[in-house]
């Protein structure tokens, strides 16, 4: 393997995280993607999406070699091994935690060992221009070079790592540091990068942070034994947990969608959005998830998270939030070309200001599960769910953006679904005594509802649910409410079978109808469709499904939003939370609903 062309296949990258942000890792040891400090920051490491100026860390072989990678067992920490003509050499990277939990500063470290031979080893810290708006500039203090890009202060120490070859005084085009070492049978190497903004900054120690990397690793194994899952396609759902968790934003509990931001959904651009947010479907989704594990703290802190904020933000309930728990300002769009030239390249999401009536369910559904897990709601809580309740039988019948967060408002099937789902789930609550309301309104709304989309949703000729009443387009969405209980019967069980005929490619699926000229199969629907097999009855299609899904994963088990049916190339951002739910929670209904014809051997 030569090095990393621009535009990487993003089939390609490895995620690593601490809690606080993520780092994406190319198999030649390049990181193109690191926001920093936060998840949601402008990444000072962008290179996935601006070759020229974006920045990037690189640790590589000089020469030809090859290379193969995983995670470490249970844990987000990545190993690579460097096969060159000369020797063998290991790899191992983290962002680093500290003895009680996340550091307060990131640490990104880079632990380099030799196994055979010798290996020599280049290394570049190239700062970007974080999307066009800072110039980073080399600062000298004392014995350090300091790289200062905006508010933030970043530091390369190391091990044996050799000297930093760049002068802040040598007016050198860019402002990087760089050197180079060779490895030795049983050599240790260490090169740690280190970051604050707009405070003092951590310089650690070389020896510390060696001992960190392996602290990191026992506090990843440590979570893993919290994690309670025993049953078909283990490994990867025990994958897709590990990768929820880099997605859950330590500091407030809030789960963002995934990890990147303008990674576009087909090659003709426009469709490039920033994920970086906390949507409610998304937990509402995780929380069960998370529940089903036995996870209890991210389950109380994500939820309490989202409840306190949609108090505090009110009284509207907004589709999504910041991971610190505001409301999104708008979009902005940057000068930079985007992955392989593809923009526009933005942050902010326009999806915030729109009317999206599956939400009410989400929401409602997220507090039932986590009472069902023998919680207690507070007076506020109760109140807001009951309000909620209330809103459902009202704004049912308004038209909405749907779940796909569509330009053209319209009586979405799945909305509709939505807010039977809420009804539903707030009944439920009502009867254990966990919230009050008027009761026999939201029975009767519920009834209307349900009685309202089986009439107008309905299409014989197709067989099948369709998009909005009058429509004849499908969409994958609806599969959503076969779980939630709205309709297990023959009509799904139809309605599945229309959408793989128009919207399937082999087990993937695309969301709706006409979106293929547009876009690549949504990886999440394709899972969806093996939930909704399982709840109509018809396991052993759910189970060969499922069989060829969790072969859709890179390398290192990692999903993308979208794969391609050609080459199975990964599209949009990564790693996709949804997509990582949708596959999990596929995995726990075949558990729970066909228990002696899924094995633990999947």
């Known amino acids: 393997?030569?090095?990393?062309?621009?535009?990487?296949?993003?089939?390609?990258?490895?995620?690593?995280?601490?809690?606080?942000?993520?780092?994406?890792?190319?198999?030649?040891?390049?990181?193109?993607?690191?926001?920093?400090?936060?998840?949601?920051?402008?990444?000072?490491?962008?290179?996935?999406?601006?070759?020229?100026?974006?920045?990037?860390?690189?640790?590589?072989?000089?020469?030809?070699?090859?290379?193969?990678?995983?995670?470490?067992?249970?844990?987000?920490?990545?190993?690579?091994?460097?096969?060159?003509?000369?020797?063998?050499?290991?790899?191992?990277?983290?962002?680093?935690?500290?003895?009680?939990?996340?550091?307060?500063?990131?640490?990104?470290?880079?632990?380099?060992?030799?196994?055979?031979?010798?290996?020599?080893?280049?290394?570049?810290?190239?700062?970007?221009?974080?999307?066009?708006?800072?110039?980073?500039?080399?600062?000298?203090?004392?014995?350090?070079?300091?790289?200062?890009?905006?508010?933030?202060?970043?530091a390369v120490v190391g091990?044996?790592?050799?000297?930093?070859?760049?002068?802040?005084?040598?007016?050198?085009?860019?402002?990087?540091?760089?050197?180079?070492?060779?490895?030795?049978?049983?050599?240790?190497?260490?090169?740690?990068?280190?970051?604050?903004?707009?405070?003092?900054?951590?310089?650690?120690?070389?020896?510390?942070?060696?001992?960190?990397?392996?602290?990191?690793?026992?506090?990843?194994?440590?979570?893993?034994?919290?994690f309670s899952y025993e049953g078909p396609w283990s490994k990867q759902v025990q994958r897709s947990a590990l990768a929820l968790k880099l997605l859950i934003y330590s500091p407030t509990g809030a789960i963002a969608a995934a990890g990147t931001s303008s990674l576009p959904e087909n090659p003709a651009g426009g469709k490039n959005w920033d994920y970086r947010f906390a949507w409610i479907r998304d937990l509402a989704y995780t929380a069960h998830a998370l529940v089903w594990f036995g996870l209890r703290e991210e389950t109380h802190a994500a939820i309490s998270w989202l409840l306190r904020t949609i108090r505090e933000q009110?009284?509207?309930?907004?589709?999504?939030?910041?991971?610190?728990?505001?409301?999104?300002?708008?979009?902005?769009?940057?000068?930079?070309?985007?992955?392989?030239?593809?923009g526009p390249v933005v942050t902010g999401n326009p999806a915030q200001g729109q009317l999206q009536l599956g939400i009410y369910g989400d929401l409602i559904a997220i507090s039932r599960t986590y009472v069902e897990d023998g919680n207690l709601l507070d007076v506020e809580t109760a109140r807001l769910l009951a309000k909620v309740a209330d809103k459902a039988c009202d704004d049912w019948r308004k038209r909405d953006a749907g779940m796909w967060e569509l330009g053209e408002e319209q009586h979405y099937t799945s909305s509709k679904m939505g807010c039977w789902q809420a009804l539903n789930d707030a009944i439920a609550l009502a009867e254990g005594a966990h919230i009050e309301g008027d009761v026999d309104r939201w029975r009767a709304e519920r009834e209307r509802i349900r009685a309202w989309t089986l009439e107008h949703c309905w299409s014989e000729e197709l067989a099948s649910y369709v998009m909005h009443p009058g429509s004849d387009r499908l969409d994958a969405s609806v599969l959503l409410h076969a779980p939630s209980g709205f309709d297990r019967g023959e009509r799904m069980s139809s309605t599945i079978d229309a959408l793989s005929r128009e919207l399937g490619h082999g087990a993937l699926l695309y969301r709706y109808s006409g979106v293929a000229s547009e876009e690549h199969t949504f990886v999440a629907c394709a899972f969806w469709r093996v939930s909704a097999l399982a709840c109509v009855g018809r396991s052993s299609e759910a189970i060969a499904a499922m069989d060829e899904l969790v072969e859709q994963t890179n390398d290192v088990g990692l999903l993308a939003e979208m794969i391609a049916t050609g080459d199975?190339?990964?599209?949009?951002?990564?790693?996709?939370?949804?997509?990582?739910?949708?596959?999990?929670?596929a995995a726990l209904l075949i558990r729970q609903l066909a228990p002696e014809e899924a094995t633990d051997d999947q």
């Open 314 to 342: 009110g009284p509207d309930i907004y589709v999504m939030y910041s991971l610190n728990g505001e409301t999104c300002a708008g979009v902005e769009k940057y000068d930079v070309p985007g992955w392989r030239g593809n």
């Open 159 to 226: 091990s044996e790592h050799g000297p930093e070859s760049a002068d802040p005084r040598s007016g050198a085009e860019e402002a990087e540091l760089r050197g180079g070492f060779t490895t030795a049978p049983d050599s240790r190497h260490l090169l740690v990068l280190t970051a604050t903004e707009g405070e003092p900054l951590r310089v650690p120690e070389p020896e510390n942070v060696d001992k960190g990397i392996d602290r990191t690793i026992e506090s990843w194994l440590s979570w893993s034994e919290e």
């Open 568 to 585: 199975g190339a990964f599209w949009g951002n990564l790693p996709q939370g949804l997509s990582h739910l949708a596959l999990i929670n």
């Open 1 to 154: 393997m030569t090095q990393t062309p621009p535009g990487f296949p993003l089939r390609d990258y490895a995620a690593i995280g601490d809690g606080r942000t993520i780092a994406l890792v190319t198999p030649d040891g390049r990181v193109d993607w690191l926001p920093l400090p936060n998840l949601d920051s402008l990444p000072v490491f962008a290179r996935l999406l601006d070759d020229k100026t974006g920045g990037y860390v690189e640790l590589t072989p000089a020469g030809d070699f090859t290379s193969t990678r995983r995670y470490i067992e249970q844990t987000n920490v990545l190993e690579t091994t460097y096969t060159s003509a000369s020797g063998v050499a290991l790899v191992t990277d983290a962002m680093v935690t500290g003895v009680a939990g996340r550091l307060p500063w990131a640490e990104l470290a880079r632990r380099i060992d030799g196994i055979e031979g010798s290996v020599e080893f280049t290394w570049r810290v190239v700062p970007g221009t974080m999307l066009g708006t800072r110039s980073p500039w080399l600062d000298r203090v004392g014995e350090h070079t300091i790289i200062r890009c905006g508010e933030l202060s970043l």
